[in-house]
């Protein structure tokens, strides 16, 4: 395993994941139904993981035809005008 690569994708997705609407959404439905936490937990990671395998093929197959770095401009632009519209909408 490479842990140059492991240590900042961990630590990225897990800050971008800290209080987003997919975490409150799963404590939403740990606090509903109790008795069923292990079945939470376990679709709440499988949805995880599937939507991330997808982004990892989707990023895949898009390196094939577009440079990284492109990506990584198109990526940081998306990011800063998502938010000023989030700032212009507050």
């Given at each position: 395993?490479d842990?140059?690569?492991?240590?900042?994708?961990?630590?990225?997705?897990?800050?971008?994941?800290?209080?987003?609407?997919?975490?409150?959404?799963?404590?939403?439905?740990?606090?509903?139904?109790?008795?069923?936490?292990?079945?939470?937990?376990?679709?709440?990671?499988?949805?995880?993981?599937?939507?991330?395998?997808?982004?990892?093929?989707?990023?895949?197959?898009?390196?094939?035809?577009?440079?990284?770095?492109i990506?990584?401009?198109?990526?940081?632009?998306?990011?800063?005008?998502?938010?000023?519209?989030?700032?212009?909408?507050?």
């Open positions: 395993m842990w140059k690569m492991f240590v900042p994708v961990f630590g990225t997705v897990f800050l971008a994941e800290l209080g987003d609407k997919t975490q409150l959404a799963t404590l939403l439905f740990a606090s509903k139904e109790p008795s069923s936490l292990i079945t939470i937990f376990v679709a709440a990671s499988g949805a995880l993981i599937l939507s991330s395998a997808i982004a990892v093929a989707g990023g895949a197959a898009i390196s094939n035809y577009v440079d990284p770095r990506l990584s401009w198109i990526a940081g632009i998306g990011f800063i005008v998502i938010g000023i519209w989030t700032i212009w909408q507050a």
